[in-house]
């Protein structure tokens, strides 16, 4: 396992299927979007790119698109430990869409996703790496999670954790987006090189 993203999406509904629908890329809203996101950076254009050659741009850049009814931000804003220290400007950056955040770094074995609400509440947040264990804890786990915590796919007896962060977070991202960087694809998923983003220099 070698993947490293930091992923914010806003969405109306189910994302894979609002993804799937390959909306036209709206690219006026997109730089809106990085601008709130980014309150008092000054926006340099990078032009075109996509999701499987930028999914973790340094802190001096962003890659999103919005499209109808989702839009993605990839940026180090939310590459944090806890999701929530995750700044109120992220997380209420599209009001009345359900909040994603999802960051992975397979250097230190680290994984994190978080869900807020429509109305802006948080619903979900875990973060947990071998290292720290688990950072973070909060609310009820998604249905997908359950073998994890099952001990369905436990690690050697002395690994740190109940499994692997990784493993876990490749299934989040797929069941919440509908596409992974590694693993086994679901017929009907997403290639992550086929998600357009727009790049933007912040400065």
Known sequence: ????????????????????????LD???TEA????LHPGATLTGLGYGDLLD????????????????????CTTRVALDRATDITPTIVGAMPGRTTYVAAMHSV???FAFAIWG????????LSLSPDDGVIENIGEPLAFEAPY???????????PLPFHPLELGEDAIGQLFGFC????LPPDAIDVEDVTLLGFRIG
């Open 33 to 36: 979007l990085v601008a709130r």
């Open 118 to 125: 429509p109305d802006g509440e948080l619903v979900r947040a």
């Open 1 to 24: 396992m070698g993947a490293k993203f930091w992923m914010v999406v806003y969405a109306d509904g189910p994302v894979p299927p609002l993804l799937r629908a390959g909306s036209e």
């Open 54 to 73: 930028h999914p973790n741009p340094p802190e001096n850049e962003a890659w999103a698109a919005v499209h109808d009814g989702v839009a993605i931000v």
């Open 108 to 110: 230190v074995d680290w």
């Open 149 to 159: 915590w099952a001990g369905e796919h436990a690690e050697d007896d002395d690994y």
């Open 27 to 29: 690219e006026e809203a």
């Open 181 to 184: 960087y590694e693993g086994m």
